[in-house]
């Protein structure tokens, strides 16, 4: 083991080593904006050490992982219960790692509850923390907006609204803009799309996204295919495509029309005239391309009704969040069901006020998550945070 600093409980460091820097991802999402802030840091500091949570994209850019996505992404009060054992065993591991493997710098992304308990330990062992997507902790448990607002170094936060809140607490927040406004922008054209994925171009789409967690397949699966084979039997041509995360196998509930699977949820929902969506960073992807939606979300009866107590705001799609109304209707729990659904979607496949307007608000909430580079924004922090501890990076 590093030889510890005394009284701090943090190694030594050995000279002019290269950094060493943990990122924590839980999530889908998380693992897709890690991989891309690996890449940018090793830009900065090439011979950096790159450890962390997340998946096969943070893998790809030279993270060692611990954990995989498979086991980290549990959501809900109760479906975590039966992973704890696990968590704690992870918990245990990740904080021997701060002092065994000399971290210098900690990035945990979003992922509330095991981040926050990161973050707290890294701060008593002095270790920087910039953390990255600050967990919606304001609309839940208040009192943890101020936990992570002293324990956190630097917060670096996507929502606009967030900055102000962090910083009421005594935070060092900063708004550096959305990661999903760096998305592809050179996606395949209507024709390429289609004939890839078996489709007809000539004929509307509407996007079925349930989710990519085992849990938000078994409750969003059948009542979102039901609901758009109600609309496809309404509107023949209407074509069903449904977004698979890469990696997840889909066993479709059987009937029709039949519901193609694709990977490619920013093209799908590119050529989509309009899409079903759980709660999530989809409802954001869905109004960056513009395309009219609902959002729909299920979860354990008691960790729903344990929500109901704690949760502090008016909304659950960051979408409406964003712009703080309701531009896209949302549909919780019971009022999940194929005919709710389908009647919520019917006019947004149409010319429709209902679609008029959408379009319009969609429009805003593009606007109001700010301007492309969030990832450098995020790299140059932690290299403000580095080069004050005494590391020099590639550009300096």
Same mark, same amino acid.
């Given at each position: 083991m590093?030889?510890?600093?005394?009284?701090?409980?943090?190694p030594?460091?050995?000279?002019s080593?290269?950094?060493?820097?943990?990122l924590?991802a839980?999530e889908?999402?998380?693992?897709? $904006?890690g991989a891309?802030?690996a890449?940018?840091l090793?830009v900065h500091y090439?011979?950096a050490?790159?450890?962390?949570?997340?998946g096969?994209?943070m893998a790809?850019?030279?993270?060692?992982l611990?954990a995989?996505?498979k086991?980290?992404?549990?959501?809900?009060?109760?479906?975590?219960?039966s992973?704890l054992?696990f968590?704690w065993r /992870?918990?245990r591991?990740?904080?021997?790692l701060?002092?065994?493997e000399g971290?210098?710098l900690?990035?945990?992304?979003?992922?509330?509850?095991?981040?926050l308990? =990161?973050?707290?330990?890294?701060?008593?062992?002095g270790?920087?923390?910039?953390?990255?997507?600050?967990?919606?902790?304001?609309?839940?448990k208040?009192?943890r907006?101020?936990?992570?607002?002293q324990a956190?170094s630097? =917060?670096?936060?996507?929502l606009p609204?967030e900055?102000?809140?962090?910083?009421a607490e005594g935070g060092?927040?900063?708004?550096v803009? $959305?990661?999903?406004?760096?998305?592809?922008?050179?996606?395949?054209?209507r024709n390429s799309f289609?004939?890839?994925a078996?489709?007809d171009?000539?004929r509307?789409?509407?996007? =079925?996204f349930?989710?990519?967690r085992?849990?938000?397949l078994?409750r969003?699966?059948k009542?979102?295919?039901?609901?758009?084979?109600? /609309?496809a039997?309404q509107?023949?041509?209407?074509q069903l495509?449904?977004?698979?995360?890469?990696?997840?196998?889909v066993d479709?509930?059987a009937?029709d029309?039949?519901?193609?699977q694709?990977t490619d949820g920013?093209?799908?929902?590119?050529h989509s005239?309009a899409?079903?969506?759980?709660?999530?960073?989809?409802t954001l992807e869905?109004?960056?391309?513009?395309?009219p939606?609902?959002?729909?979300?299920?979860?354990h009866?008691l960790?729903?009704r344990?929500?109901?107590?704690?949760?502090?705001?008016?909304?659950?799609a960051l979408a409406n969040?964003?712009?703080?109304?309701?531009?896209?209707?949302?549909?919780?729990?019971?009022e999940?069901t194929?005919s709710?659904?389908?009647?919520a979607?019917?006019?947004?496949?149409?010319?429709?006020?209902?679609?008029?307007?959408?379009l319009e608000d969609l429009d805003?909430?593009?606007h109001a998550l700010g301007?492309?580079?969030?990832?450098?924004?995020?790299a140059?922090i932690?290299?403000?945070?580095?080069?004050?501890?005494?590391?020099?990076?590639? $550009?300096?």
């Amino acid at each position: 083991m590093p030889k510890l600093d005394e009284g701090v409980g943090r190694p030594a460091r050995a000279g002019s080593r290269a950094p060493v820097i943990l990122l924590l991802a839980g999530e889908a999402s998380g693992d897709l $904006h890690g991989a891309h802030l690996a890449r940018e840091l090793k830009v900065h500091y090439p011979e950096a050490r790159l450890l962390g949570l997340g998946g096969e994209r943070m893998a790809a850019e030279g993270v060692e992982l611990l954990a995989g996505l498979k086991d980290l992404a549990v959501m809900g009060f109760v479906e975590v219960l039966s992973r704890l054992p696990f968590f704690w065993r /992870l918990e245990r591991k990740v904080r021997r790692l701060l002092t065994e493997e000399g971290v210098d710098l900690v990035i945990p992304i979003d992922y509330p509850g095991f981040n926050l308990r =990161i973050t707290q330990r890294a701060d008593e062992l002095g270790i920087p923390v910039l953390y990255f997507i600050a967990p919606q902790v304001w609309a839940w448990k208040a009192r943890r907006t101020g936990t992570l607002a002293q324990a956190a170094s630097r =917060i670096a936060v996507i929502l606009p609204f967030e900055e102000e809140i962090f910083r009421a607490e005594g935070g060092d927040a900063e708004f550096v803009g $959305h990661p999903l406004l760096d998305r592809p922008l050179d996606l395949p054209d209507r024709n390429s799309f289609c004939r890839q994925a078996g489709l007809d171009a000539t004929r509307p789409i509407l996007a =079925i996204f349930p989710g990519s967690r085992a849990q938000e397949l078994r409750r969003h699966l059948k009542p979102f295919v039901a609901a758009g084979r109600r /609309l496809a039997a309404q509107r023949p041509g209407l074509q069903l495509v449904l977004a698979r995360a890469s990696g997840v196998q889909v066993d479709l509930p059987a009937g029709d029309p039949p519901v193609t699977q694709v990977t490619d949820g920013q093209a799908l929902l590119r050529h989509s005239r309009a899409a079903l969506v759980k709660s999530g960073t989809s409802t954001l992807e869905a109004a960056l391309e513009g395309t009219p939606f609902i959002v729909a979300y299920r979860t354990h009866p008691l960790s729903y009704r344990i929500a109901q107590r704690l949760v502090q705001v008016d909304y659950v799609a960051l979408a409406n969040l964003v712009v703080g109304e309701g531009v896209v209707p949302e549909f919780l729990q019971d009022e999940v069901t194929p005919s709710t659904l389908a009647d919520a979607l019917a006019p947004l496949l149409d010319e429709s006020e209902e679609r008029s307007h959408m379009l319009e608000d969609l429009d805003r909430v593009r606007h109001a998550l700010g301007e492309p580079g969030a990832i450098a924004r995020v790299a140059e922090i932690a290299r403000e945070i580095l080069d004050g501890e005494g590391f020099s990076g590639a $550009h300096a």
